[in-house]
Structure formats: structure tokens, C-alpha cells
């Protein structure tokens, strides 16, 4: 694979870069896509934060969180009634959760990294693995192309 370009699409991009400066992967991937659903960016970046490293608790992983939060910006109901929307949405999120697990075995953080990242000690251990700048940047990278696949 030596000498390979990979090609990444403008959001991927982004989504890595503000990963890279420090947001979580959770904020990464829904700060990208917000503002395509009318929901401006800082608002965004403060409703994702407490989602990293899956809930703080190593579960859910943190851009497969985000992701779900875009899906209910365009596909949510806000109509309590309405059955029609709110299965599609669900019906969405599975979509989504599915190609997620087929491309990386799992949704759950503490899976896919290997460690739990929710002790001092699993964290100690994904800081020296550097999992945090490789790992979880690829987990970023390919939430936000599985979106895109999907037509967000």
C-alpha cells in the first residue's frame, strides 16, 4: 500500500482536522454536517461534547454517536404523533449502525479500541498505543463517509 493516495471527500477532511484540534469524535463528525440541517455549528460542537469515548464510558462509540445525531436532524420528528417519521428515522440509524459494524466489527468503543477507555488506565494505554491519533481518527474519517455513501 506504499505510495497509495487516499482520496477524502471535503467533510472527512474537516471532521479530522477539528478532531485534530482537539474535539471529540463525536463533535468531529456531527459539527460537520449540522449546519446542512440548520443547526449552526457552536450549538452542535456543545450538544455532541459529552458523547467521546462512548458516553465517557467506553460504549457507544463516539463518531458512531454523532453520525446518529445527524440522521435525526434530517430524519427526527418533532410531531409526537408522528409513528410515520419516527420509524423512519429508526429505520435510518439502523441503516446507518449496520455498515458502521460491517466495516469495524462493532459500535462499541471499548471493542473496537481494544482497551476501555473509560479507567485511568485504559486511557494511559490508548495515549501510549496512540490509538486516540489513529484509531479513532479512521473511526472519524469513516462515519462521515458512510454518511455521505448514504446521502447525507
Do not use: P, W
Not at 429508526?90 to 449496520?98: G, Q, R, V
Amino acid at each position: 500500500m506504499k505510495g497509495m493516495v487516499i482520496y477524502m471527500s471535503a467533510k472527512e477532511e474537516l471532521a479530522t482536522s477539528r478532531f485534530g484540534e482537539g474535539f471529540n469524535c463525536a463533535q468531529s463528525v456531527f459539527s460537520v454536517f449540522c449546519e446542512d440541517y440548520g443547526l449552526n455549528k457552536d450549538t452542535a460542537l456543545k450538544t455532541a461534547c459529552g458523547l467521546g469515548s462512548g458516553f465517557r464510558s467506553g460504549e457507544v462509540c463516539g463518531a458512531v454517536s454523532g453520525a446518529v445525531l445527524v440522521i435525526g436532524l434530517k430524519y427526527g420528528h418533532c410531531d409526537a404523533g408522528d409513528a410515520v417519521a419516527k420509524a423512519n428515522c429508526y429505520k435510518k440509524t439502523e441503516e446507518f449502525l449496520d455498515v458502521f459494524r460491517q466495516k469495524n466489527t462493532s459500535i462499541v468503543c471499548r471493542d473496537l479500541l481494544g482497551l476501555d477507555v473509560s479507567t485511568d488506565e485504559g486511557r494511559e494505554q490508548a495515549q501510549e498505543r496512540n490509538l486516540f491519533r489513529t484509531k479513532c481518527d479512521d473511526l472519524v474519517r469513516i462515519a462521515v463517509l458512510i454518511l455521505e455513501e448514504l446521502g447525507y
